[in-house]
């Protein structure tokens, strides 16, 4: 099982995109699974600050992921905001 580390919406955005990639399923698609349009999709992917929370858990849910929350360690506390 892959896990990123992710640190902004931006970061969450790509690693959202490369695990959809990797199911081999078009923005359409993983979408329909859940009831969002392409174009939401593809705005979630692009800039999930912006989507909402609910519209990317929706999307979070029509790719198997989850969020696990936990405190950084000393090697990464790096702030990346």
Avoid: Y
């Avoid at 990639?21 to 174009?39: I, P, Y």
């Avoid at 858990?57 to 405190?71: C, G, H, P, S, T």
């Amino acid at each position: 099982m892959k896990e990123f580390a992710i640190n902004s919406p931006q970061q969450l955005g790509k690693v959202m995109h490369g695990f959809r990639k990797e199911l081999r399923l078009s923005q359409g698609s993983a979408g329909a699974k859940v009831g969002l349009a392409q174009n939401a999709v593809s705005q979630i992917e692009a800039d999930p600050g912006r989507a909402g929370l609910a519209r990317v858990f929706k999307l979070m849910a029509a790719l198997n992921l989850e969020i696990v929350l936990r405190q950084k360690t000393a090697s990464s506390r790096r702030s990346e905001w």
